[in-house]
């Protein structure tokens, strides 16, 4: 009541009566506090809305901070009408990220793919600490391999028997690079100041020149110096695993496990490698023509890689005796210590308990030693022990010694029993 009447607007015919009061004319203020403009006050259109609506005190309070994306792993759908809620929740919050009155606050947007993959990582952190981890999955993200799992899985550890040790251990000591005999106790020890692995390289590769090499290293620093000229030669002498040769801290500290396998490492590298390409074919088949005439040749499956059957065929201790007594006869070979007799009269040709094994193989190990052929086992160890790297570099020791030789054993005449030659002159 009381407003003046409106203008006439325009395009609408003069003369038209004002414009009745509205509805509600007369009704008492508003109470004071509500936050709404007094009576009279300038009209309000297009301005913002006064900070203070609804506070009883008058004051200003601050804008509230926008609600926070909460990190919570999503809720485990179990039922497909679930499944399908959640699934078009993303949709309805819509690509600004703001969350819709009363939904899930905790729902992220359609641009926040990466957050919902840690989510899910976060999630199946405990079924990772269960199941073991698998090569294909990277610690920090699905793709890719884990270095860990992969050596884990697929690479394994080398290991070394002590009963191997041993027996290279002899093949070190049959090359005279030390004063006194290697053994288990004080291998790691004697290799500590590199003087015995300079001489173990230089005696497999003479032609080897070590600098400056400290011939008495009683600290740290010459000793080190000494494993790394003989490290330089193990890694440029030949196509070794750099995964089996140690560091020379290593080396200097005694790791007596590294030290085993690095000497594993050496023995086949320099010592079978070489042995198997250039001299085994041809060795195998001189055993083979000696014990044809013994009525024991030896399989064709033994005589090529892998050589299955090679050691059983060796094993009884006979055809390693008749090899020796073709080039020795019935002898006595004297030495300063003893004499030895070569008689076929001791040797079981066909041995069926493990006395007249070991009785065989003392035999044959006692000659070989009174003429100086290097041993690499114990008699124990060649009867029970199968290991055809060492049988083949046991029989190079004997085809190196009697390759040369000719057959000591009297021709046949008449009656009397001695050696015939057949068409192809064996």
């Known amino acids: 009541a009381g407003m003046p009447p409106m203008p006439p607007m325009p395009g609408m015919p003069a003369g038209m009566p004002p414009m009745p009061p509205m509805p509600g004319a007369g009704l008492p203020p508003p ?28 004051t200003a309070a601050p804008p509230k901070a926008p609600p926070k994306k909460s990190k919570a792993a999503p809720k485990k759908v179990t039922d497909h009408h679930e499944w399908l809620d959640a699934a078009v929740v993303p949709i309805m919050v819509g690509r600004t990220g703001s969350v819709i009155p009363g939904g899930p606050e905790d729902v992220p947007s359609d641009d926040d793919d990466d957050d919902i993959s840690d989510e899910s990582s976060e999630e199946s952190e405990e079924k990772k600490e269960e199941e073991p981890l698998s090569p294909r999955r990277k610690s920090g993200g699905r793709h890719g391999h884990d270095r860990k799992a992969l050596v884990a899985s697929h690479l394994k550890k080398p290991k070394m028997s002590v009963r191997k040790l041993c027996q290279i251990l ?58 790394e000229q003989a490290l330089s030669v193990i890694w440029r002498g030949g196509k070794v695993n750099n995964s089996r040769v140690p560091s020379a801290a290593d080396i200097y500290s005694g790791k007596s496990d590294k030290i085993t396998i690095m000497l594993g490492e050496i023995f086949e590298v320099y010592t079978m490698r ?29 005589m090529r890689p892998p050589y ?27 030495t300063s210590r003893a004499t030895t007799q070569v008689d076929p009269k001791v040797i079981y040709e066909q041995p069926s308990n493990l006395a007249e094994y070991r009785s065989n193989i003392t035999e ?55 050696v015939t030659a057949d068409g192809n002159g064996e």
């Open 274 to 302: 070489k042995l198997r390409k250039s001299v085994v074919p041809e060795m195998l088949q001189w055993f083979h023509i000696i014990l044809k005439q013994y009525g024991r040749p030896i399989k064709a499956s033994a």
């Open 308 to 334: 299955t059957g090679l050691f059983q065929h060796f094993n009884s201790g006979v055809s390693l005796f008749c090899s020796i007594f073709h080039f020795m006869g019935v002898s006595e070979v004297r």
């Open 170 to 227: 002899r093949w070190i000591n049959t090359m005279k690079v030390w004063p006194k005999p290697l053994d288990l106790a004080t291998v790691h020890i004697d290799m500590c100041n590199g003087l015995l692995l300079c001489k173990l390289m230089k005696a497999l590769c003479p032609d080897t020149v070590y600098v400056n090499l400290h011939k008495r290293p009683l600290s740290r620093k010459p000793a080190i110096s000494n494993i």
């Open 31 to 58: 109470p004071a506090g509500m936050g709404l403009p007094p009576a009279g006050a300038p009209p309000t259109e297009g301005l913002p809305p006064p900070t203070g609506a609804f506070q009883v005190t008058g």
């Open 364 to 418: 044959v190990f006692k000659i070989m030693k009174s003429i100086k052929i290097d041993c690499f086992w114990e008699v124990d160890e060649f009867v029970n022990f199968h290991d055809t790297d060492f049988l083949l570099l046991q029989l190079y020791k004997i085809y190196d010694h009697f390759v040369e030789m000719r057959c000591a054993l009297p021709p046949a005449h008449g009656d009397v029993t001695g």
